[in-house]
T-cell receptor, first 114, second 112 residues
Framework: DAGVIQSPRHEVTEMGQEVTLRCKPISGHNSLFWYRQTMMRGLELLIYFNNNVPIDDSGMPEDRFSAKMPNASFSTLKIQPSEPRDSAVYFC????????????FGSGTRLTVV | GNSVTQMEGPVTLSEEAFLTINCTYTATGYPSLFWYVQYPGEGLQLLLKATKADDKGSNKGFEATYRKETTSFHLEKGSVQVSDSAVYFCALSEGSQGNLIFGKGTKLSVKP
C-alpha cells in the first residue's frame, strides 16, 4: 500500500485565493482526519470523517475552511479566501476504528499564503 | 476532558547519551497510548504503542511503559544516535472511534 497520499506537497498562493488540498487515505481505512501544524499551536485537529460522514468539525477555524469526503478514497480541504495566517503544514491521516492501531499520516502539504 | 502533557523541548543530547522524554495523561477509562515521531519534512510515524496498563511498547531501541498508577508513558532510549533527531509526540486514544489526542511535541537534537 502506498500509504496516505497528499497533494500538493507544497503550495504557495496569494492572499485571497482559493486553496484546495487533497488526500487519498489507505484503502480500507474508514476514518479520515485533517490536522494543521504550526510552530505556535502545534498539531491541531481540524475535522474528521467516519465512513465519509463528517463527525466533528469543531476544530475548523472559520467559515473560510471547508472539507469534503465524496467517497471512501478521496477528501479535500478547501480554504477560501486564504489569508497569511493560514500558512502551515496540513496533514491528513487515516485509520481503522480500533484504537490499538493508531493513525497513518500523509507527508503533509506545506501551505504558504503571501 | 482527556489530555496529554509532554515535557517541553528542545532537548539536546550528545550521541550515545540516555534519553527520557516525559509524558503524562489525563483520561477517563483506559485509553491506548502512543508515541509518534516526526522527522524533518515528513509526517508523523507511529513509533510504539501500549494498549493496557503495564504494557511496554518498544521499537528501534525506544521503550515506553504504560503506568496507570502514575498516568505516565515516558519514552526512553539507552543510547541515542544523530539519526534520532526529530520531534516526538505522545498521544492517547479516546472513544470508540479511537481518536487521538496529541501532546505538543518535544524536539530532540542529537549532536555527534
Amino acid at each position: 500500500d502506498a500509504g496516505v497520499i497528499q497533494s500538493p506537497r507544497h503550495e504557495v498562493t496569494e492572499m485571497g485565493q482559493e486553496v484546495t488540498l487533497r488526500c487519498k487515505p489507505i484503502s480500507g481505512h474508514n476514518s479520515l482526519f485533517w490536522y494543521r501544524q504550526t510552530m505556535m499551536r502545534g498539531l491541531e485537529l481540524l475535522i474528521y470523517f467516519n465512513n465519509n460522514v463528517p463527525i466533528d468539525d469543531s476544530g475548523m477555524p472559520e467559515d473560510r475552511f471547508s472539507a469534503k469526503m465524496p467517497n471512501a478514497s478521496f477528501s479535500t480541504l478547501k480554504i477560501q479566501p486564504s489569508e497569511p495566517r493560514d500558512s502551515a503544514v496540513y496533514f491528513c491521516a487515516s485509520n481503522l476504528p480500533t484504537d490499538s492501531l493508531g493513525y497513518t499520516f500523509g507527508s503533509g502539504t506545506r501551505l504558504t499564503v503571501v | 476532558g482527556n489530555s496529554v502533557t509532554q515535557m517541553e523541548g528542545p532537548v539536546t543530547l550528545s550521541e550515545e547519551a540516555f534519553l527520557t522524554i516525559n509524558c503524562t495523561y489525563t483520561a477517563t477509562g483506559y485509553p491506548s497510548l502512543f508515541w509518534y515521531v516526526q522527522y524533518p519534512g515528513e509526517g508523523l510515524q507511529l513509533l510504539l504503542k501500549a494498549t493496557k496498563a503495564d504494557d511496554k511498547g518498544s521499537n528501534k531501541g525506544f521503550e515506553a511503559t504504560y503506568r496507570k498508577e502514575t498516568t505516565s508513558f515516558h519514552l526512553e532510549k539507552g543510547s541515542v544516535q544523530v539519526s534520532d533527531s526529530a520531534v516526538y509526540f505522545c498521544a492517547l486514544s479516546e472513544g470508540s472511534q479511537g481518536n487521538l489526542i496529541f501532546g505538543k511535541g518535544t524536539k530532540l537534537s542529537v549532536k555527534p
